[in-house]
DNA sequence: ACCTCCCTAGGTGTTTATACCTATTGGAAT
DNA sequence: ATTCCAATAGGTATAAACACCTAGGGAGGT
């Protein structure tokens, strides 16, 4: 676990120049990953979705708030842990804050312990999240392999139907629909119906 | 969807009388069907799992704080939508609420276009989540239905085991395990794997 | 032109699943 | 005791799925 939260990166968004140096001091003292930057424009021209770690993220900015990089963030599928800092007890931005998937939300003054506790623990969020969802894409990866008229046959078969069924849906003769079940086999390195059935719902989306 | 709604209940746990009234006055008005009391054991005891709604709750009682409210309800398993109601711009207390499940957090004094335009908001949540719960325990009644060895063979055929190697695990016949597989296809009411497994993912926590 | 891939489909045979039947044992309830 | 049900298991038969084989037509790229 903590060679992997070495390789995570901490990134500080924030406008005040000291609050970064500060903040950068403290995490390198922990030994942590840090990349700091002024504005959150220059953030998102940096950010790759594969570099896990989490983000302290400063709220009130000039040009994009640390808010609109929040939401930008969440809507554009980046699934790192915001930690959201305010200097400003704001009840309402921080409501609004943690409904858009905050993973937290802190004022300044911070307590550097309480900092560094949460950050430890947003680092674990996203290392949970990483495997699940590299998870996620081997199995999606399976799918990719199959045509499309083996993606329908997939989906006939999980709401199970009989091959029958499924070739009179399809108007083709069973017969084939069963060279397009073995080649589906193969593909997915199944042998059974019942573990089309799971691999198919543990990757609702595609 | 206002039929519904006009079925739900407004809970309001508010140690101020003046509080209580005012907010009881705004919901009639709206025709919300409210119940209010003055604390939090109150409500506790006459409070059923069944009832459908929304709660507001004020976070600063004497006695069990609402905070303390929230956390119990949760942990006992409530879902009713819990709107925290709070006097002081706590940022740590919206936080600390909200990561326990509150729907939302908002401050006096508050806006009664907003409120409610919460209230609906939560009512509505509710409503789906009390959807999605009663097709579940109506998926989760037809496994009540099955014995302990039909609900082991289940899970084995839903792991992808044919017959053959079911009837090994259990140190049985693969005659019997057909048996038992019959009798969990007229249970279930199905007539393929796929949906056997389909209906046992459904209710994961089984 | 040739190669490759996909969809199509038939033949044959094996394995697995499902649908009926009967039957014994043991426990729990009436 | 008798009744009911769960669990066990065998027989027989049909249906479905799976594993091999062959093979043609069409689309796309070298």
Do not use: W, Y
């Not at 002024?38 to 021209?45: E, I, T, V």
């Amino acid at each position: 676990m903590s060679e992997n939260a070495e390789q995570a990166m901490v990134f500080v968004v924030d406008d005040d120049e000291s609050m970064r140096d500060s903040i950068r001091l403290l995490l390198e003292s922990e030994h942590l990953k840090t990349s700091t930057f002024s504005c959150a424009l220059d953030f998102m021209q940096s950010c790759t979705p594969r570099q896990g770690g989490c983000l302290l993220l400063d709220v009130r900015m000039p040009g994009m708030s640390g808010m609109e990089l929040l939401e930008t963030l969440k809507a554009s599928g980046i699934l790192l842990p915001v930690i959201m800092i305010s200097g400003h007890g704001d009840v309402p931005m921080a409501v609004r804050a943690l409904k858009h998937g905050a993973f937290d939300f802190i004022q300044k003054p911070f307590n550097s312990r309480e900092l560094l506790e949460r950050i430890h623990a947003a680092l674990e969020l996203d290392q949970k999240n990483r495997r699940q969802n590299s998870e996620n894409e081997q199995r999606r990866s399976l799918f990719m392999a199959l045509t499309d008229r083996e993606m329908e046959v997939v989906d006939l078969v999980v709401a199970g139907n009989p091959s029958k069924i499924i070739a009179k849906s399809l108007g083709i003769s069973p017969k084939t629909v069963d060279i397009h079940r073995a080649n589906i086999m193969r593909k997915l390195d199944v042998h059974t119906v019942a573990e089309i059935v799971q691999l198919r719902l543990s990757v609702r989306d595609a």
